[in-house]
Every structure is written in C-alpha cells, then in structure tokens.
C-alpha cells in the first residue's frame, strides 16, 4: 500500500514534468506531439525499443538502489559514479588478462568489480571511523579520483594502441554477456540483485539493523547495534553495487572496452532515482524502468523531431523537482482538506 | 464578565486528530486558574490557542468581551498574555538582563543599548516580586529554577498581565518548587493573572483558586478550589477511580545483581560533570532510587553503565560479569533500559511497531529461526502479544511511534526492554511528562518487576515517585554519593536538603 503511494505520487509528478516539458518544446518552435510520439516510439513502440529501454535501465536499477540503500541507512554515499567507473574499469582489464574459461569467468570478473567497487566505497567508511570524517565529503570527493584514476590508467598503462581516445583493450569475446532477441542478460542480473537486496534489506538482521540506523541512529546503537560497523557495510554492499553496475556496462553493453566517459551520468542518475523512489528499493527499480524509457525516447526525439538529447536531462530534473513537490504537496493539502471535513462533521454534531 | 473567554473551541490537527471539541474556557482576572488533565487531553492545545502558537479550527477568544483574533505569540503579548515554556527560550551567552531585553530594546542615540535604563527597570521589577536574580550574571551559570525566573522576567517585562505556566515545577526540587509558588503568589497580589498547568495534583490543590479538568479534548468541569481531594481530582482526570498511592509488598532481597567499584568518569568536554568513586550496590528484588538534581551526574553514571561512555577507572559488575569495557550489545543481554529521552533513545518513530519492539530481542535467537535472519512471524507475534499485554493503544502493530501518545510511547519501550528478561533494569525518569493514569500503570509494571526479582535502579526527578518505590535511596551531588538513605524513615524535606548540600 505505502510503496502503491509512492509509485502513483511519483506517476502524477511524471506527468505534470511531461506537461512542463511540452511547454518548452512549444517555447523552442517543435511540436510536443510530434516530439512525445517519437519518444514513445523509439522507448516503448517496438520489441526493439522496448529492449533498448530495458537495456538502458540496467545500470540505473543498480546505482538507483545502492543510492537508496544508502540513504534508507542514513549513510550520505553520494560516490556511485566513481564506484562504477572503478567497476568499470576493472571488468575491462579482468576481461582482457583472466585466464578463466566462459561463464565462470564471467561470475568470476563480476563478483571480483563488485567487490572492488565496494572497497572503494569502504574507504569512505574507514574515514569516517578512524578520522571521523563526513562521508559525504569524501565520497564525492573519491569521485574524482575514481574519475582521474581510471583515465590515467586508460590513457597510459593500459591503453589500445588502436584506440582513437583513452580506452584499455577489448575483453575476451567468451565474457560478453550474451542478448536474446536485443535483450541483454545483464537486465536479468540487475532484477536478480534488486529481489537479493530487497531479501537482505528486509530479512537479514544487518538489513534490519540498517534500516533501523536509518530511522534513528541513536535508538539502534542504544538498543545494541553496532553502527560503525553496520556503515561499514552499507557502504561496502552499495559500492558492490554501482561496482557491478560498472561491470556490467563492459560485459553486457556495445563497447566491451573500458573508454573514456562510458560512466555517463549513471551513478547521479541512480541519485535523483532514490529521491523520485523514496529509497524504496522496489519503487526505485521501477522508476529506473522509466528513466530508461527517456534514455532511448531521447534517441527518437533527437533523429525524429530534432530535439536535442540534454532536453532529456532537463526532463529528468524536472520530474524529480516535481515528484518530490507533488508527494509534499498531496501530503500536506491532503491532510488539510481531512481535518477540515473532520471539523465540519464534528461542530455539526454538536448543533 | 470574565476577563479571557474562549468560546466553542475545535482544533483538528491534520489528518484527522482530534484535539479539542467544544471547548469553553473563561478565565477571572486575578485569579490562580490550574489547568489538568491527562496528556492529549488537550491542555496545551488550548493554550498554545490562546498564546497564538496554534490556530484553531473553529471558535472565537473573547477579551473583556471584544472578540480577538490572537494570530502569533507577538499578537498575543500585545494583549496582554505570555507564557513560560518548560523549554526555556535563552541565550546562554548573554547576561540576564540581555536575555530579558532582546527584542525590546531602549536605545540612546546611534542605537546603542541604554543599559542603566534597562537595569534600573529590572531592578525595581525584581524587587518589586520579590525576585532573587543577579541581573549580571551569565545565563549559562544560572540553575534551572534561576533560568525560569529570567523567563518570567522576561514577560513581566513586556508587561502582560496573564502568565501561562507550562508545568513549571517538572524540573525543579521541593525548595525551588515553594520559592516558585511565594513568587506566584506574588504576582497574583500584583494584580497579574495565573494559568497553571500541571499533572502534580498536590500542587494544584495547594496554589489555585480554580481548576480546570479536561479530559479526550473537552473540559469536563470547571471549579472553585473548595473541598476538594486529590483523589476526587484524579477520578475526573482520568475517569476512574485512580490508586495513587504504591503498595509494595515486602521482598526480602536477593544476590548483588549490578555493583560498581571506585567508578569515575570524567569528560575531557566539559569541566563540569565527572563522577568520583561510585561505589553502589543493586541487589535482585530490590528497587534503588537514584536522588540528585538534574546535572550531579545522573546522566554520566547511565552513560557510563549502558557503554555510551567509557569510565577512566574503577569497574562495573553485572550478574557477575565485569562489563566496564564491554560493547554495547554484550551489555544489552543483561540490562533492561529505559532511556529518559524517549524520543531519541527509544524508539525509531518512523518505523512499525514491530520493527521497534523487535530491538535487542533481535541480538539473540529469539525471533530467528536461521542465525543471521530475522524471523518476521515470531516478531509479530510477540509485538501482539505485547501490544495486548500492555494495553498499547495504537491501530496494530504496523502503526508507527509518531501516531501514539507519549503515555503509549513510553508503554512501547517498557513492553520491549522488560519482555527482554535482563536481570538488571536501568530506568530513567521511567515516567516523565506521562499522565496520572499511565504513571499509576508504569509504577505497578516496575513494582512486578521487582516481585519477579530483578534488580533496579531508579532515577527520577519526581522525589515522592522516588521515595515510594525505592526501597533504598543514594542521593548524588557533584558526581558524588554523599549519602544512603531509607525511604521509610527520611522524609522528602531531607533528602531534598541533601541534594541541595544543606546536609552532608
């Protein structure tokens, strides 16, 4: 019931943003129609598109849900984006140098980014443990590294000689994740991590024990659980995360190769998603879906109604600004229009 | 005509609570008026209506007869109305009189404070109410009963003429509690007018001139003080017959259960608070009471038994067990805590009841059928059975903290922390800002706990829940155990004494 709330809010504020964006459509001389119908073409119209958006979503469920781990555990990691290009980067080289036959390597190199991913994020927990140091900061921070770190790498020690711009070697081609019918198989291990995490978070002691840090702090550490080491783990399973959400993009994308700027805008993508999802993990994976479905729309509006690709961008921004304002303002308003109803009934009684 | 009239009152906070129904309040000039009853029967609700904190849903406030509409604390200082919060309002920097004057002050030319005026203006206010208060000194070196005079200061200063006391006594000793009532007794010579809020029925029986009793959002009647009883105030109050005083059965006690040797702790923040060579014993059936005035160091003895704090020497024992470096969750398996800010330290408002009642019991295989899982049946069923078994009033055990009242809150904690089956209980200020029908509720859960042989210590700021229940009383000053005393034989007037350092 509470996560079919979240989800209708969070409808209602996608179609007023849409509402907004046609509006500025119109402002710029195209047509909205014109512009809403390629995007539904080319995100939902077709098989193909329809596997385009699913393929395009699979990073986004996987950093929207570490963010919303995260969150829902009052630990401030904001270091998705660096934790997948440090995924990324290491399935690229696990992919080139692993000695290992087919699928096993294929576990292999996803479970071995996953965990580099989440001891980068640990960082951050050390940090804060030992220096007490905000995390926030130094998980942004380590964006940068992660960010510099992997170009140099790409550019220097591991770089294709072939290569154009900073890019380490193709993997194997008995890694690449294998697609049916367009789909890509790394869509199916996003939705089997999302139901995992949704396990771990609900019926684990330590998911418990998160959550509970995550409503008050005080009341877990007093009632016996032990937060530091409970951050600790948050911040190493939703590294895991966006690690594996990296990985991924190598295994099962087009490139295969680790090139500069193949982390997009994922890791803050998957942000703004635990915001429009509440840090729900199934209501995020779900609006995920939809941000993938703009991700492939756009394609559309750009080749169809020549409509620029950041226009995306500022739709994105405006749906979060908009669901986060429609579910306080249902909220609020709501409450109003009940308690005056209630006064209404309860002075006429007394009449 | 009365002086305040309040007519046909509602106030439905949003969604759908409740608050007040047809309330009508009238208010004498000159008169003491106390306001009872239970929490959420609605007493502050009115008056932060009548303070312009609150906006009610419908009615009319009638001064001298004119119809006011009061929308702000500000509007209502113009008429004439103020109110002393149990928070006090107060810089701790400024001087007395700084705090006293800011947002009101004279200035000379060039905007620069006229001091002499304003202090000379103080002077004679002080006098003149026969306050004690050194108008120079700094407000954070001023105890808490000093504190509430510069509150009330404050609004003598702008001259209002009705004080709204929110339950002024919470916080201060039998001595404070009498020099504050000389000083409203005062006040009310000098023409102002009373309204008192409290939940202490001797204090209401002994300071008004009318009283108030409101229950579930209504006024259930409004009197003179004349013949009555604490009892009788209690039974409207409530709407049954109330037992208020603590009937203990004699229990012979049993083995030292919590003991700790030479504990003294001392925090490198602040130079004030230590604690010096504790040496105390609890023993199984047995309820100890911790006296002291708030800041003697209650706070950091709890701290430092619970594991919040390490001690810098000495050891503590429980069950046998030393505990003095053990983490928090090795320690939770042998004390039950009742943590004295609920809010913060008991519950996590936002999430079920199940979640919250399953905490701690979660340390061990109880509510598991796997080692590192949570078995949500099990937790659910022992959150219904405690739900029934404490009578919480809440929609089901997947409604939240936040929706309960803080005498349903507090039961929360309670039903957890004594289902856990420590054998030492930890309470602190176990029945703070509770109401007479849930403290009397509160007291004979404490006392069961005490025939089934656990051991308790008691802290607690209410000195006659104190003397009652405990079968043995330490009195801390200073971070020091400066006596032991029986409850049978010392009065409250003495142990009060030794609280304050009169006696030693």
């Not at chain 1, 000695?99 to 994020?121: E, V």
């Not at chain 1, 890694?175 to 684990?204: G, M």
């Amino acid at each position: 019931m509470k996560s079919l709330n979240k989800i209708l809010t969070g409808i209602i504020g996608i179609i007023f943003s849409l509402l907004v964006g046609a509006l500025l459509i119109k402002i710029q001389g195209n047509s909205p129609i014109n512009a809403y119908k390629a995007l539904y073409d080319y995100g939902l119209g077709s098989w193909f598109s329809i596997t385009s958006t699913l393929n395009n979503s699979t990073p986004l469920i996987l950093t929207g849900i570490a963010a919303a781990i995260a969150f829902s555990s009052n630990v401030n990691n904001l270091g998705q984006p660096g934790q997948l290009i440090i995924g990324a980067l290491s399935a690229a080289l696990l992919g080139y140098y692993l000695p290992f036959p087919g699928w096993f390597g294929i576990i292999t190199i996803l479970i071995l980014s996953g965990i580099i991913g989440g001891l980068y994020a640990s960082i951050a927990g050390i940090l804060k443990k030992l220096y007490k140091m905000d995390e926030m900061l130094t998980t942004l921070m380590l964006n940068f590294i992660a960010d510099y770190l992997t170009l140099y790498l790409a550019t220097y020690p591991f770089l294709d000689k072939k290569s154009y711009v900073p890019a380490t070697k193709m993997i194997k081609k008995e890694y690449f994740l294998p697609s049916f019918k367009y789909l890509n198989s790394s869509f199916f291990i996003a939705i089997f991590v999302v139901l995992i995490s949704y396990f771990v978070v609900k019926y684990f002691k330590k998911g418990y024990e998160w959550r509970m840090m995550g409503h008050n702090p005080d009341f877990s550490r007093i009632g016996g659980c032990d937060n530091e080491q409970n951050l600790m783990w948050v911040m190493f399973y939703t590294g895991f995360l966006s690690g594996l959400a990296g990985a991924l993009l190598i295994l099962g994308g087009t490139q295969h190769r680790f090139i500069k700027g193949i982390g997009a805008n994922y890791g803050w993508d998957g942000v703004m998603l635990s915001i429009v999802g509440a840090n729900g993990i199934l209501e995020t994976s779900f609006f995920s879906l939809f941000f993938g479905f703009l991700k492939s729309g756009g394609v559309g509006m750009e080749f169809e109604a020549s409509i620029p690709s950041e226009f995306i961008m500022v739709l994105q921004a405006t749906i979060v600004l908009l669901v986060v304002s429609t579910r306080s303002v249902f909220s609020y308003y709501g409450d109003k229009i009940k308690a005056y109803s209630k006064t209404q009934k309860v002075v006429k009684a007394h009449e | 005509m009365s002086y305040i009239e309040m007519k046909n009152i509602y106030k439905v906070y949003p969604p759908d609570v409740i608050a007040l129904e047809e309330v009508n309040f009238s208010l004498q000039k000159g008169e003491i008026h106390s306001l009872i009853g239970e929490n959420g029967a609605g007493k502050s609700t009115l008056m932060k209506i009548l303070y312009g904190l609150v906006h009610p849903s419908s009615g009319q406030v009638y001064i001298n007869g004119n119809e006011v509409k009061i929308n702000s604390p500000s509007d209502a200082i113009n008429f004439g109305i103020g109110m002393v919060h149990q928070e006090f309002m107060l810089i701790p920097s400024f001087k007395v009189y700084e705090n006293v004057i800011l947002g009101m002050e004279r200035t000379k030319k060039f905007g620069v404070i006229n001091k002499e005026e304003a202090i000379n203006e103080l002077e004679e206010l002080t006098k003149r109410y026969g306050f004690d208060l050194d108008l120079n000194a700094v407000t954070s070196d001023l105890s808490v009963a000093a504190r509430q005079k510069v509150e009330i200061l404050k609004l003598l200063y702008r001259k209002v003429d009705i004080l709204i006391f929110d339950e002024p006594t919470a916080v201060l000793t039998p001595q404070e509690t009498e020099q504050l009532f000389t000083e409203i007794k005062s006040m009310k010579e000098m023409g102002k007018t009373i309204i008192f809020i409290s939940h202490k029925l001797d204090e209401v029986l002994e300071i008004s001139d009318r009283i108030t009793i409101m229950r579930s959002g209504r006024i259930v009647s409004s009197i003179e003080n004349k013949n009555l009883t604490k009892s009788n105030l209690a039974k409207m109050m409530v709407g049954k017959e109330v037992i208020l005083s603590v009937t203990k059965k004699p229990i012979e006690p049993g083995q030292i259960i919590l003991k700790t040797e030479n504990l003294t702790v001392d925090f490198k923040q602040s130079k004030h608070k230590f604690l010096q060579d504790i040496n105390i014993y609890v023993r199984a059936g047995e309820i100890v009471g911790l006296a002291g005035i708030e800041g003697n160091g209650q706070l950091e003895l709890v701290q430092t038994i619970i594991g919040e704090s390490q001690s810098l020497n000495g050891k503590i024992y429980i069950d046998k067990n030393e505990i003095t470096n053990s983490e928090i969750k090795e320690r939770r398996f042998l004390i039950s805590y009742i943590p004295s800010d609920r809010k913060k330290y008991g519950l996590a408002l936002t999430a079920t009841l199940t979640e919250n009642l399953s905490m701690t019991h979660h340390l061990g295989n109880k509510l598991s059928s796997f080692k590192y899982f949570i078995n949500w049946t099990k937790a659910k069923v022992l959150s219904n059975n405690l739900l029934n078994q404490y009578n919480i009033v809440a929609r089901g055990i997947n409604d939240m903290p936040k929706h309960l009242s803080g005498g349903n809150q507090q039961k929360v904690i309670l039903a957890r922390e004594f289902s856990l089956d420590a054998p030492f209980l930890l309470l602190d200020q176990p029945t703070r800002g509770l109401d007479v029908g849930s403290i009397e509720y509160v007291h004979n859960v404490i006392l069961k706990m005490r025939e089934k042989g656990k051991a308790i210590l008691l802290i607690s700021a209410d000195l006659d829940e104190l003397l009652s229940l405990s079968d043995r009383v330490y009195v801390i000053r200073n971070g020091k155990i400066v006596v032991e005393l029986d409850p049978t034989v010392h009065s409250k007037e003495e142990v009060g004494e030794y609280m304050l350092g009169g006696k030693e």
